[in-house]
């Protein structure tokens, strides 16, 4: 069964950036979406990009503050993640789905990453 392995989280000072990374071997033709979910509430989907790339969406909370990409040569999605704010603290995870207009998921959950922002 699919499952994707994140890293790159740790602790933050409000207004910092981190990378996150999400990899597996089967990566390189899947769509991966990457999802937060914060202490007392539920899972949500923050942004997507399609298995060629071409096609990325994120949420309105992250919108301009966040970048999805991926590096299919190294069967790696990546999350770049500035201007952290402390609502941003949540444990973060990736998973494959069948299209960015879907949510239908693909495979299984991983620990995930946990990211804190705090001063």
């Known amino acids: 069964q699919l499952q994707l392995v994140e890293s790159g989280g740790g602790l933050v000072q409000p207004g910092g950036s981190l990378r996150l990374s999400c990899a597996a071997s089967?990566?390189?033709?899947?769509?991966t979406g990457w999802f937060r979910q914060a202490p007392g509430k539920e899972r949500e989907e923050i942004s997507c990009?399609?298995?060629?790339?071409?096609?990325?969406n994120y949420a309105d909370s992250v919108k301009g503050r966040f970048t999805i990409s991926r590096d299919s040569a190294k069967n790696t999605v990546y999350l770049r993640m500035n201007s952290l704010k402390p609502e941003d603290t949540a444990v973060y995870y990736c998973?494959?789905?069948?299209?960015?207009?879907?949510?239908?998921?693909?495979?299984?959950w991983g620990q995930g990453t946990q990211v804190t922002v705090s001063s």
């Open positions: 998973r494959a789905k069948f299209s960015c207009g879907s949510r239908l998921l693909v495979g299984s």
């Open positions: 089967t990566l390189r033709s899947t769509t």
């Open positions: 990009i399609s298995s060629s790339g071409e096609t990325t």
